[in-house]
């Protein structure tokens, strides 16, 4: 069956509604993209139902958040539009992050960075195989970079002074081939783990 995107009427009514939620804790939908991107690009798919608690913050708690349940159905089809949406661009090849400019008019990154940090983080022993792979692990490198840019502890983030737009732009333009890095070295892994496991499958007892 062939891929429909989410339309960009879809797209408002999802940022609109993650907005809605901001005094919440809600993620935003910049965040909601590098999320679902850590998490598909990573070592195990998580369905966007799971993460509701994550993605909505307080607001899952909460009774009025959702006029309805049919409101709350919506929405739900909705992350899971744009869940098929990154996955149909990281199979294809060519996922981009979604950044969208702050109050400034300036595109920062930091937000999908951040996103794509909590998602790493439901599965942080299995995102250990990359941090430990000489080889690959500097695919993570501008993701962390932005990630850490607003740490609260000076001394995470990657440098003292304020980033320059020269070294942003750097940043900004590595995300796209990093997470395809990262895509490929995961699915690397799940191929090998299956392979082994059919072989396995197919030694006859002793």
Known sequence: MPHTSLSDQDYQRLADTLARFQPQQAMNLEQLDGFFTALLAGPEAIKPSECLPLILGAAFDDEAAFPSEKALEKFV????????????????????????????????????????????????????????????????EPILALAFERHPDPEMRPFVEAVSPEQRQIWLASLSPAVHAIHAFFARIRSELEQEEAELEKTPPR
């Open 77 to 140: 089809k909705l992350l899971t539009g744009h869940w098929l949406d990154v996955a149909h661009a990281l199979d294809g090849g060519e996922c981009q992050p979604w950044l969208d400019a702050d109050a400034e008019g300036e595109v920062r990154g930091n937000d999908w960075a951040e996103g794509f940090m909590s998602g790493m983080e439901l599965l942080n022993d299995d995102w250990g195989l990359l941090f430990d792979d000489a080889e690959h692990a500097g695919c993570l």
